[in-house]
Nanobody, 126 residues
Framework: QVQLVESGGGLVQAGGSLRLSCVAS????????MGWFRHTPGKEREFVAG???????YYVDSVKGRFTISRDNAKNTVYLQMNSLKPEDTALYYC????????????????????WGQGTQVTASS
């Protein structure tokens, strides 16, 4: 069993930055595919960014060039650096972990992930 705990959300003005962190329990963190998803009421949960065990990164088009996902295997932590935040980035952000290795397409599918955090709210005001 893997537990994920997110932190770092908050309220910022449009154009501002936040860094989300997700700490995972377990000794095999380095082998997991890690992802960030977001959910806004009335919309489906959306893939934001993912990183596999070898460090390859993937993003939804709307955040490319603004968000960066990274991982520190020594700290069992995955990060999401969010710059130039827009009001449309406002959502509840979830960290997720998958025990399998996925390619650029499957990594974007929420059902491929085995474990989820509780979420952290990000609000970018206009």
């Amino acid at each position: 069993q893997v537990q994920l705990v997110e932190s770092g959300g908050g309220l910022v003005q449009a154009g501002g930055s936040l860094r989300l962190s997700c700490v995972a329990s377990g000794r095999t963190f380095s082998k997991y595919t890690m992802g960030w998803f977001r959910h806004t009421p009335g919309k489906e949960r959306e893939f934001v960014a993912g990183i596999n065990w070898s460090g390859n990164t993937y993003y939804v088009d709307s955040v490319k060039g603004r968000f960066t996902i990274s991982r520190d295997n020594a700290k069992n932590t995955v990060y999401l650096q969010m710059n130039s935040l827009k009001p449309e980035d406002t959502a509840l952000y979830y960290c997720a972990a998958a025990s399998d290795t996925y390619g650029s397409f499957q990594l974007r599918i929420s059902s491929k992930y085995d474990y989820w955090g509780q979420g952290t709210q990000v609000t970018a005001s206009s």
